[in-house]
Structures are given as C-alpha cells and as structure tokens.
Nanobody, 115 residues
Framework: QVQVVESGGGLVQPGGSLRLSCAAS????????MDWYRQASGKQRELVAS???????EYGDSVKGRFTISGDGANNTMFMQMNKLEPEDTAVYYC?????????WGQGTQVTVSS
C-alpha cells in the first residue's frame, strides 16, 4: 500500500514563509519525479513546481523567485520553501508522485495567507 503524506501548511501573514514537506512510502517502484500542485477554492488544480530525480526543477510563473522545490530521492521525500507569500497563494497544496508504474496523490495541506 502506498502512502503520500504532506505536512507544513498553516496560516501565515502576507510576506511570511512556510516550508511544505511530502513523504512517500510503501510499494512504489521507480519514482522519477515529484510535484506540488495547489487548488484554490472555486479554481482548477494547478501545477506549482516539479523536481526530477536528476535535479531538474520547474516552477509556475506565479511562484518563480519566491518558492524553491527540493527532493531527497534516497528517502522519497520532497520539500518546498515558500517565501514572500501572498494572499493569492492561499490554497490546498497537494503532493503528486510520478513513478514508472503509476502516479499517486496525497490528501493535501491547507495554506492560508491572510492578515
């Protein structure tokens, strides 16, 4: 059985920072990339950032220069440092794991940016 668990969400003021974590465990064969998606209320889920096992990183335009994604392939974990948070960053953040046999989603962690 596969588990994907996110943590690190919470309430933060505009301009603040949060660090999200994602841990994948269980019978996962050959993880080659991990992603962060987010979904704001009433909006479609969007890709925020991705990291591959080769270290290639990609970011959505709205978070470039503010968010930094990193991965630990040996432990099947992923992190995202989010700085200079804006109210528009408020959403549920989901971890997405891509492996050679399937893809997996976590349950999400809420990030709220508000004064």
């Amino acid at each position: 059985q596969v588990q994907v668990v996110e943590s690190g969400g919470g309430l933060v003021q505009p301009g603040g920072s949060l660090r999200l974590s994602c841990a994948a465990s269980g019978s996962i064969v050959g993880i080659y990339a991990m992603d962060w998606y987010r979904q704001a209320s009433g909006k479609q889920r969007e890709l925020v950032a991705s990291v591959t096992i080769h270290g290639t990183r990609e970011y959505g335009d709205s978070v470039k220069g503010r968010f930094t994604i990193s991965g630990d392939g040996a432990n099947n974990t992923m992190f995202m440092q989010m700085n200079k948070l804006e109210p528009e960053d408020t959403a549920v953040y989901y971890c997405h794991v891509r492996s050679y046999d399937s893809t997996y989603w976590g349950q999400g962690t809420q990030v709220t940016v508000s004064s």
